[in-house]
């Protein structure tokens, strides 16, 4: 049975900003930022692009009153072949290549009633370590989204506690796979883990026929019932998505990371699915091409999600 229109679920939704997620894109994939990425540094600054990101990502979460954790995480940067096909032009380096370290940044919310149940929101924040690319689409859109879900929650008294974790999935090994490693380790119960990877990114014909469309993936049971939830939320709030489920038939991605952890609960909202960038791994994917109004009404109808399965 569907549920009615909460009240204050509709004044947090209403109060989620497609401008402020605009302005944090282009920061990060414009303006102060060209891209995020452990291998370069912007001439005459002494910190490379991926530090420089996590700076201005922890800034704004402690503006919003948010202690901010850094996690550790040795990585490579992928090397470049253009042999191989187009948008995979990335190989996986050579053991002598240098290491970096990356970090996990964490932001928690502690629950009111069910502290160690967690609820978790991921987005990879650095773009591309093989080719100079802004890395707009994939994935500052879902930086921007989660950072404003995190603004607009951060005086809200959840139930659950609520964890944001801006990872790193363009360097080798991904991050996020610490994270839910760690999630393990500390036996938390996450009743529900949502990956936001390029929310609203879609092909150009359907950007610019104004499609506004959120595909929520899912490989596990748990995951459909999150999936069918993103739905619900689109239509009790009106939302105007063209929403729907997609099995996703292989586990990668930062979900795969905690599929593959023991956590089933895990749904990906992204804009197209097979991904219908045209740019996707290329210099081309630029702020100038972003639905920041679709990526916005991702964010509201993953923000009802979590705020909804909070008080289930």
């Not at 291998?39 to 202690?67: F, K, M, S, V």
């Not at 370590?129 to 005086?155: F, H, K, Q």
């Not at 489920?245 to 979900?255: H, P």
């Given at each position: 049975m569907?549920?009615?229109?909460d009240?204050?679920?509709?004044?947090l939704?209403?109060?989620?900003?497609?401008?402020?997620?605009r302005?944090?894109?282009?920061a990060l994939?414009?303006?102060?930022l060209?891209?995020?990425?452990?291998?370069?540094?912007?001439?005459g600054?002494?910190?490379?692009?991926l530090?420089?990101?996590?700076?201005?990502?922890?800034?704004?979460?402690q503006?919003c009153?948010?202690?901010v954790?850094r996690?550790?995480?040795?990585?490579?940067a992928?090397?470049c072949?253009?042999?191989?096909?187009?948008?995979?032009?990335?190989?996986?380096?050579a053991?002598?290549?240098?290491?970096y370290?990356?970090?996990?940044?964490?932001?928690?919310?502690q629950?009111?009633?069910?502290?160690?149940e967690?609820?978790?929101?991921i987005?990879?924040?650095d773009?591309?370590?093989?080719?100079a690319?802004?890395?707009?689409?994939d994935n500052?859109?879902?930086?921007?989204?989660?950072?404003?879900l995190?603004?607009?929650l951060?005086?809200?008294?959840?139930?659950?506690s609520m964890?944001?974790?801006?990872?790193?999935?363009?360097?080798?090994?991904?991050?996020?796979?610490?994270?839910?490693?760690?999630?393990?380790?500390?036996?938390?119960?996450?009743?529900?883990v949502?990956?936001?990877?390029?929310?609203?990114?879609?092909s150009?014909?359907?950007?610019?026929?104004h499609r506004?469309?959120?595909?929520?993936?899912?490989?596990?049971?748990e995951?459909?019932?999150?999936?069918d939830?993103?739905?619900?939320?689109?239509?009790?709030y009106?939302?105007?998505?063209?929403?729907?489920?997609?099995?996703k038939?292989?586990?990668?991605?930062?979900?795969?990371?905690y599929?593959?952890?023991?956590?089933?609960?895990?749904?990906?909202?992204i804009?197209?699915?097979?991904?219908?960038?045209?740019?996707?791994?290329?210099?081309?994917?630029?702020?100038?091409?972003?639905?920041?109004?679709?990526?916005?009404?991702?964010?509201?109808?993953?923000?009802?999600?979590?705020l909804?399965?909070d008080?289930?």
């Amino acid at each position: 049975m569907h549920q009615s229109k909460d009240e204050i679920i509709q004044q947090l939704i209403d109060d989620v900003s497609e401008e402020r997620i605009r302005r944090t894109l282009f920061a990060l994939a414009r303006d102060p930022l060209p891209r995020r990425t452990l291998n370069y540094t912007l001439p005459g600054h002494d910190r490379c692009t991926l530090y420089e990101a996590d700076d201005l990502i922890a800034a704004e979460l402690q503006q919003c009153g948010y202690a901010v954790e850094r996690e550790p995480c040795r990585v490579q940067a992928y090397r470049c072949n253009r042999d191989k096909p187009l948008h995979h032009w990335y190989d996986s380096p050579a053991p002598d290549d240098p290491y970096y370290t990356a970090y996990n940044l964490y932001a928690n919310k502690q629950g009111s009633r069910y502290p160690n149940e967690f609820i978790v929101l991921i987005a990879h924040k650095d773009s591309q370590s093989w080719i100079a690319c802004p890395g707009a689409n994939d994935n500052a859109i879902g930086t921007a989204s989660i950072m404003e879900l995190a603004r607009v929650l951060a005086g809200y008294n959840s139930e659950r506690s609520m964890r944001w974790l801006f990872c790193n999935e363009e360097h080798s090994p991904w991050t996020s796979e610490v994270a839910a490693a760690g999630s393990k380790a500390r036996g938390e119960k996450l009743i529900g883990v949502f990956n936001l990877d390029g929310v609203g990114v879609k092909s150009d014909e359907d950007t610019a026929n104004h499609r506004l469309v959120n595909i929520s993936l899912y490989s596990t049971p748990e995951g459909k019932i999150l999936a069918d939830l993103m739905a619900e939320m689109n239509e009790v709030y009106q939302l105007g998505l063209e929403q729907r489920a997609e099995a996703k038939t292989y586990i990668n991605d930062d979900d795969g990371s905690y599929i593959k952890a023991g956590f089933p609960h895990v749904t990906a909202n992204i804009g197209s699915w097979p991904y219908a960038d045209p740019q996707y791994h290329l210099e081309g994917d630029v702020p100038e091409r972003t639905d920041t109004r679709n990526a916005c009404l991702s964010a509201r109808a993953t923000l009802a999600a979590v705020l909804t399965l909070d008080r289930r």
